[in-house]
């Protein structure tokens, strides 16, 4: 077991070069696949959606044809057909290919025909995912990098225990899997990667954390950078904690308002 080492903090100059590096209009801006399986809420797209535009990403969503709204109409609405699968698989892809970073909420469980979707898709994208789903991580043919999304189903043990226990817990199911983790507890998330073993990011917050907040503002941050998922991507998850919790405080339109001050 590591004695992990939190040095990151959280105060603003730690972040002042990761808010002030980032595009300054939407025409530098990055896409940012949204792949959503029947089972996700609506109110979870659409916080998710609302902040990776408000940090002037363009979101490209692709959903379950049972998931739409008026207010967040879909890129792609993906139509079962009478077999497994999607009647219009090609249309997703085509869409999402070019994302700097998908996201993929499976919810409680993903359905058959996305689970197809994304093994498909995953065979010519080669960029940047994130995931609460471990299979798509594993999956042999791709390429690319995954971040997977993890709770206290996937490290039970001893759930309760200290901060430096968990985090090593963390560790060893990044070890376990081969990619980077991000526990998230209520009022709590530990990010821990394989590649840099004794080390670990924590945020906290005294209101409950929602997951797709956190996911929001860490995927946003991210695909700033040329290489999203490089060994600095720790520092990027610390600081979306910084504007979580700012968000919590003063509202997302505050958050917008303060990095476009930032130039």
């Not at 609506?42 to 008026?70: F, G, M, P």
Request: proline share 3%; aromatic share 8%.
């Amino acid at each position: 077991m590591f004695d992990m080492n939190f040095k990151l903090d959280s105060s603003e100059t730690e972040f002042e070069d990761i808010f002030f590096n980032r595009p300054v209009s939407r025409i530098h801006a990055s896409s940012i696949g949204l792949v959503c399986s029947r089972n996700v809420a609506l109110k979870t797209i659409n916080t998710i959606y609302q902040i990776i535009t408000a940090l002037n990403h363009r979101v490209i969503l692709v959903a379950d044809e049972n998931k739409t709204s008026k207010l967040l109409p879909a890129d792609v609405l993906l139509k079962s057909k009478k077999t497994l699968g999607y009647q219009n698989v090609d249309d997703g892809i085509n869409e999402l290919e070019q994302s700097k970073i998908i996201i993929l909420l499976a919810g409680k469980e993903l359905n058959s025909a996305m689970e197809l979707f994304m093994n498909q898709l995953l065979k010519v994208y080669k960029g940047t995912i994130i995931t609460d789903k471990l299979s798509i991580i594993h999956n042999t043919e791709f390429e690319g990098k995954g971040i997977l999304i993890a709770d206290s189903q996937n490290l039970s043990a001893k759930y309760d225990s200290g901060l430096n226990h968990i985090a090593n817990l963390t560790l060893e199911y990044s070890k376990e899997n081969r990619c980077p983790i991000v526990f998230l507890k209520p009022n709590q998330v530990i990010c821990t990667s394989h590649q840099q073993p004794g080390v670990a990011c924590v945020v906290s917050s005294k209101k409950t954390i929602i997951p797709e907040e956190y996911i929001a503002f860490m995927a946003g941050l991210m695909a700033d950078k040329k290489i999203p998922l490089e060994l600095d991507w720790l520092r990027y998850c610390q600081a979306a904690g910084y504007l979580m919790r700012k968000m919590n405080t003063s509202g997302l339109a505050s958050v917008k308002k303060y990095l476009d001050d930032k130039f």
